[in-house]
């Protein structure tokens, strides 16, 4: 088995292994990026397509009966796919406790203003901004003007991007380099400090050497010539996303004996939740299918009385309507014919999507199958119908406020039949390896180093204890920016 | 017993495998007809009779947008043969004519009878419509286009758009606690 050898193996490419392989090459270190996914040039390898053979190729899903994960395997990431939006955590997240015990469940040390200068580096390198209205969707204004009509609060937020047209496809890729991917930022500055890229590999497992240097030794497989190869480190950065980062100690788990039994637990959906109404006839109307997804209006109104918020989008065709079944909310309302046309097309020009992320408890697990890939489990059923209905209800209220009438929005799967049982289905999904003060509590500790394996960290979302009620990319930026001078701490 | 009754007693719940379990019933219940097994002109006319049922556009009857009920990338071609022959025994029972030869309100009560009945049939209709109106939605078969019926232009409608315009904001605002927002 051929061996490579270097100073730092960071496993994943997303949000939080490419701030760390960059940082850490730019400190004079040797670093080995793996990525199990294929590498992207967002000028050639992007299309505009909401053909499934496509996005399929990078998007990737595991489901159970209440819990969906969506996330990319590609280089760079979930970066590549997002819509831009670049928000702070509020502080009321990091002072959520365990229900079981009260105690909180972030790392002592770790909350909002200690992760704000972190966070401006985050912005600074991803450039996020707020841009000019006449920049964003016309569903962002309506959204605006129909919160403020309502008596709520609209905030803008920051978009990271340099020079967006608005072209409406961020979900499968901006073919134009505008959006401030990490295939833009982090990874071409990493390469250029001399990082090594490897592409198209799976890291099967972690184990120790008897090496007192290169302390560490990935085993991998290359996806294309199906070869396995090793990496030796002296540190190693877990990278890979929940889903990834998880599967990845739990196949290690023989060789890494000591790892917390958290592994693969306290999977968290950001509470998602999705509504869609229509506006009133006399409402300006809006255009679903143009301009930049994300509207960049964000209402932080029920933070306190429920711990969400709320915010609208532009969805294109495919994703709304492979998703869930919309009718009009009357019985007898049927989801085909003419009726159901009729309602297709007024979405385009008065439908408005809510979607609400907020503080829910992470009960979701991850564990491996027989073939060591990973499947989710869903955890309390309770937790997610409850959640689901409350936070349903709030947007249904939302709506009515807003003199909208709410649609009837029933998930569906793959084979387009309903769920029998409530559904979560998120892309900004945390918590498999989270941070926490002891390993009984989680996984790493604050500064993302595995209990009981020094020079082993973790740099994504799997790390974060919490959902976080906003977008996460951001976060697990600043996070992984933080988190920097304690693996330079270590090789030092 | 008549393959629809069959279907109709098959007690299979509805919670995203279901179709997987219609591969034994195709064996119960003999081979579907042959026309049905390929892709013959009388299978893609009941395809077609169908796409125009669950979406009434005279845009949908382009071959293309059925192509997505034998494309095996999608999975929904092992069924496909079944769910056109349910179709045609369907409308042969409540009409004593096939698929293709009655009306359009024929078509959707042959449709809702099969969707009321429940079990295999209805998961077969709800399978095969679902990706219809994806296919035709989204503009799959022609990404440059994407479907006007629906105010979607695909790639040509790139900058095309309604223009914004700076939300005229009143207020009153509810304060923020500075912990909460950016």
């Known amino acids: 088995m051929k061996t490579l050898t270097t100073d730092v193996l960071v496993i994943g490419s997303g949000f939080g292994g490419s701030v760390v392989a960059r940082r850490l090459q730019e400190e004079g270190h040797q670093v080995t990026l793996i990525e199990k996914g294929p590498r992207i040039d967002p000028y050639t390898d992007f299309q505009q397509t909401q053909d499934p053979k496509y996005l399929l190729k990078y998007i990737h899903n595991i489901s159970s009966d209440h819990l969906g994960l969506t996330y990319a395997e590609a280089l760079g990431g979930g970066s590549g796919f997002y819509e831009m939006a670049s928000i702070r955590t509020p502080s009321a997240v990091f002072e959520q406790v365990d229900s079981e015990n009260g105690n909180r469940l972030w790392p002592h040390g770790i909350d909002r203003t200690i992760l704000d200068p972190y966070y401006d580096k985050a912005e600074e390198a991803v450039n996020a901004t707020i841009v000019d209205w006449d920049r964003l969707p016309r569903s962002a204004a309506v959204f605006a003007q129909m919160l403020d009509r309502a008596g709520y609060t609209p905030t803008r937020i920051k978009h990271a991007e340099r020079g967006c047209i608005g072209s409406g496809y961020c979900i499968s890729g901006c073919i134009y380099g505008a959006k401030q991917s990490m295939l833009v930022t982090h990874l071409p500055a990493a390469e250029e400090a001399g990082a090594q890229i490897l592409t198209d590999v799976d890291v099967r497992y972690i184990r120790l050497t008897h090496s007192l240097d290169h302390r560490y030794e990935a085993v991998c497989r290359d996806r294309v010539s199906q070869d396995l190869f090793r990496v030796r480190a002296k540190a190693v950065t877990l990278g890979a996303g929940v889903v990834g980062s998880a599967a990845i100690l739990l196949r290690s788990r023989a060789h890494l004996p000591e790892l917390s039994q958290h592994v693969g637990r306290n999977v968290t959906t950001n509470g998602m939740v999705q509504g869609l109404g229509l506006l009133p006839d006399d409402a300006p109307v809006i255009d679903m299918y143009a301009g930049r997804s994300h509207s960049g209006v964000i209402c932080y109104d029920h933070m306190d009385s429920h711990g969400v918020t709320i915010s609208s989008c532009n969805t294109l065709p495919l994703y709304m309507y492979s998703a869930a079944r919309i009718t009009h909310d009357r019985d007898g309302a049927k989801h085909w014919g003419q009726e159901h046309l009729q309602l297709v097309k007024k979405i385009q020009t008065h439908g408005l999507v809510l979607y609400s992320l907020g503080m829910m408890p992470g009960v979701g697990m991850i564990r491996i199958n027989g073939r060591g890939e990973p499947v989710v489990e869903s955890g309390n059923d309770d937790e997610y119908t409850h959640y689901h209905d409350r936070v349903s209800k709030l947007l249904r209220d939302v709506y009515r406020r807003m003199n909208c009438t709410p649609l009837r929005v029933e998930r569906i799967n793959a084979e387009g039949q309903l769920y029998s049982r409530t559904h979560i289905s998120t892309t900004h999904m945390t918590g498999s390896c989270r941070m926490a003060d002891s390993r009984d509590a989680g996984v790493c500790d604050k500064n993302g180093q595995v209990f009981r394996y020094d020079g082993l960290f973790v740099a994504d979302a799997s790390a974060l204890p919490t959902s976080l009620a906003v977008n996460p990319s951001l976060t697990i930026m600043a996070n992984a920016e933080r988190i920097v001078p304690s693996i330079l701490e270590y090789l030092s | ?182």
């Open chain 2, 1 to 182: 017993m008549k393959r629809r009754t069959l279907l109709k007693s098959a007690a299979v719940s509805i919670g995203g495998y279901a179709l997987q379990a219609c591969l034994p019933i195709k064996y119960v219940t003999g081979s579907v007809p042959k026309s049905f097994k390929t892709r013959t002109a009388l299978a893609e006319e009941t395809a077609l009779r169908f796409a125009v049922t669950v979406i009434p556009s005279e845009s949908i009857l382009d071959p293309r947008h059925v192509d997505v009920l034998w494309d095996p990338f999608y999975g929904f071609d092992r069924y496909n043969p079944l769910f056109l022959d349910l179709l045609h025994t369907t409308s042969d029972d409540l009409f004593g004519c096939p698929f293709t030869q009655i009306t359009h309100a024929q078509r959707e009560r042959v449709m809702q009878s099969i969707l009321d009945d429940g079990g295999i049939g209805a998961d077969l209709v709800n399978g095969a419509l679902v990706a219809i109106q994806c296919s035709f939605y989204a503009g799959i078969t022609d990404a440059d286009t994407g479907c006007p019926t629906i105010g979607f232009y695909g790639r040509s409608g790139v900058g095309q758009g309604e223009p914004s315009f700076v939300p005229d904001l009143r207020g009153p605002r509810a304060p923020i606690a500075q912990t909460h927002a950016n």
